[in-house]
């Protein structure tokens, strides 16, 4: 059965009980849910947006279709009733979020959802599923695109990916957060994106000579002639037959537009400036050094501080899987909660043994503020939708949890920028998300240059602060007290 545009039942069950439960007890209530998480991934000091597009696209087709109904009566768990809504179903809420390719931390929320009780709790599952695998490998990517400092990464993990949908999705995540290419050509086809590739070691096997199989490569794709040459023996044979090809071209008065060599195995960081030694020797000081082989960011670190002439990188299983990082965390969270007649939404607090498991209650916003100097994050401050700060004025923010540690910001010398954006209003999108996939690389980028280095670095970066505005502490301390009491 083709699923690819009805996810409806991309849903854990006890949300389609829980939905049953409020159906047979009728409540008007309005809900507020937050979708955050608690902790960087990877160690790292921030995180990347990503899932918004497949969001949208879920939530636009959610309903459940006749085979959708005639499944859920044969578990003899729904009365006839309940499914006849079902039947029925569409979303009418309202969806805010941050915009994808943005930076952001834990605790506030990269997804709101509005809307009635039992299509808020239906939405949960699908909506973490695709926001935590995506917001992960954009965030990785975006990690190992910092260690190149600068080198081109290729993402070509598709066949350790785990399924098709986290290969394809996986990869266009990967390009939002900083890659050049991707070897999966329906992500390229999908999501007009560059596919790049060159070929197998089989390639040079199934040829009589290591020589003929580069030089038939090059005839092929002479315009993008990366050899691998590794298959024997790199440093004896790989890297001399590849230069013999290439004084072949260019006597021939081929000029490609990109050519040179890959490594796939052995000492890297010795081979390639071996390697390169020998090329620029012959007089091909221009070639393109990639390399390959289980590679993240902490490895390529390591091999740019050892003087690799390494300058593209192909990385794959550690890249697609987040291999250090498997899982992103992002939770949903009732935060407030409102019935027909009330003005305003009731806060709600989820409570813990951990302190960082302690929600924030009600309807919240955020502000991002920044050094109007530098253009650099100074702190993002989560608020109560409707506060209203003048950047003329000084601002004070302090930690929500340490609160003697205070900054004070003097007018004039900040900006703010508000992140949770309008996606759904009363069921109808109206988020202009036509932006490609480049452009939201683009985007990234930028985000990602209004972190300080401090904030980037691969081990034990800075974290950026993440504050209550005094009006929600006071909520939030409040109903901590109140519930202490009880």
């Not at 499914?83 to 929320?109: K, Q, S």
């Not at 709790?121 to 599923?129: D, F, G, K, P």
Request: hydrophobic share 40%; with cysteine.
């Amino acid at each position: 059965m083709e699923r690819a545009s009805n996810l409806t039942l991309l849903t854990d069950l006890y949300e389609l009980t829980m939905m049953q439960g409020y159906f047979k007890n009728p409540t008007d209530q309005v809900v507020v849910f937050d979708a955050f998480y608690r902790k960087n991934p990877c160690n790292g000091g921030y995180a990347i947006s990503c899932g918004l597009e497949q969001v949208i696209d879920y939530i636009k087709g959610l309903h459940f279709s006749y085979e959708d109904i005639a499944y859920l009566k044969s578990l003899n768990m729904f009365d006839d009733d309940f499914l006849d809504y079902l039947a029925g179903f569409h979303f009418t809420g309202d969806i805010y979020a941050i915009p994808e390719g943005t930076v952001m931390f834990p605790r506030e929320p990269m997804l709101k959802v509005i809307a009635p009780i039992m299509e808020a709790q239906l939405v949960e599952t699908a909506i973490l599923n695709i926001l935590n695998h995506q917001s992960l490998i954009a965030t990785k990517a975006s990690r190992v695109v910092y260690a190149a400092k600068g080198d081109g990464i290729m993402e070509f993990g598709l066949r350790r990916a785990q399924g098709p949908d986290a290969g394809l999705y996986g990869a266009r995540a990967a390009m939002i957060g900083g890659c050049i290419g991707t070897s999966n050509v329906l992500t390229g086809q999908m999501f007009d994106v560059p596919v790049l590739g060159t070929h197998a070691h089989s390639w040079i096997m199934s040829f009589p000579s290591e020589y003929e199989a580069f030089k038939t490569y090059a005839s092929l794709y002479p315009d993008a002639c990366i050899l691998l040459v590794d298959t024997y023996d790199t440093l004896n044979s790989g890297v001399p037959n590849a230069i013999r090809v290439f004084q072949e071209m260019r006597e021939q008065g081929i000029k490609p537009k990109r050519y040179g060599i890959r490594l796939d195995s052995g000492d890297l960081a010795y081979l390639s400036k071996k390697a390169y030694k020998m090329l620029c020797d012959a007089g091909f000081e221009d070639a393109t050094i990639s390399a390959s082989s289980d590679l993240d960011e902490y490895l390529i670190n390591s091999l740019k501080n050892q003087g690799a002439k390494i300058n593209s990188w192909g990385v794959g299983t550690n890249l697609i899987t987040a291999q250090d990082n498997p899982s992103f965390g992002g939770v949903y969270k009732l935060a407030a909660v409102k019935h027909s007649g009330d003005e305003d939404f009731t806060p709600k607090i989820k409570l813990s043994e951990n302190s960082v498991k302690i929600t924030n209650p009600g309807n919240k916003t955020i502000f991002r503020i920044y050094d109007k100097e530098t253009g650099k994050i100074r702190a993002d401050l989560i608020c109560l939708v409707g506060e209203t700060y003048d950047v003329e004025q000084d601002l004070v923010i302090f930690d929500p949890v340490e609160t003697w540690k205070k900054t004070r910001l003097k007018g004039g010398t900040y900006t703010m920028r508000e992140l949770l954006v309008p996606v759904f209003k009363k069921g109808v999108c109206v988020y202009e998300y036509g932006a490609s996939t480049m452009e939201l690389r683009d985007r990234c980028q930028w985000e990602l240059s209004t972190l300080w280095d401090e904030t980037r670095r691969l081990v034990n970066p800075h974290e950026v602060y993440v504050d209550l505005s005094d009006k929600l502490y006071d909520i939030k301390k409040q109903l901590l007290q109140e519930m202490s009491k009880e």
